[in-house]
């Protein structure tokens, strides 16, 4: 059983891990984005989200909830230093339940789950 998230088919084992999903390049995101860590976890919608990132390709990132729907594009949130990224995130009064992280880097995905308490 799951649910469909965009183009992604989400299980009930996303909900204890981050998956890493490619199209073309097996090695693309895990070599460029590291360290991704999203926190406090749970939050109350304020959170932030961290990972290192050596390259210049342009990285999208937005939050969707359980049936699929986007809540926030946080990609002009993400504030590139030379070896990290950051995005102060607020989801100004979500309802308590599992949210996604969605990063996109080229055609590779990194999905991180947040639980909004």
Known sequence: ??????????S??????????????????????????????PSDG??????????EEKINA??????????KDISEDLVKS????RADVDLESPS???YFIRIELGKSLLTKKIIIR
């Not at 469909?4 to 989400?10: E, T």
């Not at 009930?12 to 999203?38: C, T």
């Open 1 to 10: 059983m799951g649910i469909l998230l965009g183009s992604i088919f989400v």
């Open 12 to 41: 009930q084992h996303l909900f204890s891990h981050s998956y890493l999903l490619q199209d073309e390049d097996p090695a693309g995101v895990e070599q460029a984005i590291s360290e991704v860590k999203v926190f406090p976890n």
């Open 46 to 55: 304020r959170f932030t989200l961290t990972f290192e990132y050596k390259g």
């Open 62 to 71: 937005k939050v969707f909830d359980l049936t699929g729907k986007q809540i």
């Open 82 to 85: 030379e070896r990290s990224v």
């Open 96 to 98: 308590s339940g599992i």
